[in-house]
């Protein structure tokens, strides 16, 4: 049963970042959102893609919100957040999941379907390198729960990269 009351929640959650993703694109941004929870369910932050103006290819969701997190809490409190991100981190924001020390990750589309997605788009060259895999090859334990929900995640893709830019 507690299962299932978290799954459904991680759900609901997951849902609100396909919502800031949502947000980003209406701001002319990729469609990437993430936002931080805390241990009670409670939305801490929130961050999209922030591609635009700039052209700042640092500026992806997960990494802006681990920026924020890291300079708003310690790594005794991150550890028990859970970030939701609308799709798989890449590996440089696993990377800042990894050093912020956020100690849960739930995404929706898995970086393998986005790259289906996107093909060799310039605007998001997607690296086939699993989160997993990022994290595997550190020293602390971050729980990873994905992909879930990915053809809904998929759906604000799959229009979005399908137009001109």
Known sequence: MAKQDSSSRDEALLRLS??????A???GNHPFGAILVDAHGKVLMEA?????????GTAHAERLLCSEASIAYDETKLKTFTLYSSAEPCAMCAGAIYWVGIGRLVYGLGEQRLKM???????????????RDVFAAGQKSIEVVGPLLEDEAAAQHERFWARPH
């Open 48 to 56: 999209g893609n922030a591609f635009m103006p700039s052209h700042d």
């Open 25 to 27: 694109m209406e701001r």
């Open 18 to 23: 396909f919502d800031a993703a949502r947000k």
């Open 117 to 131: 997605i996107t093909g060799n788009h310039p605007e998001n060259p997607t690296l086939d390198l699993p989160c």
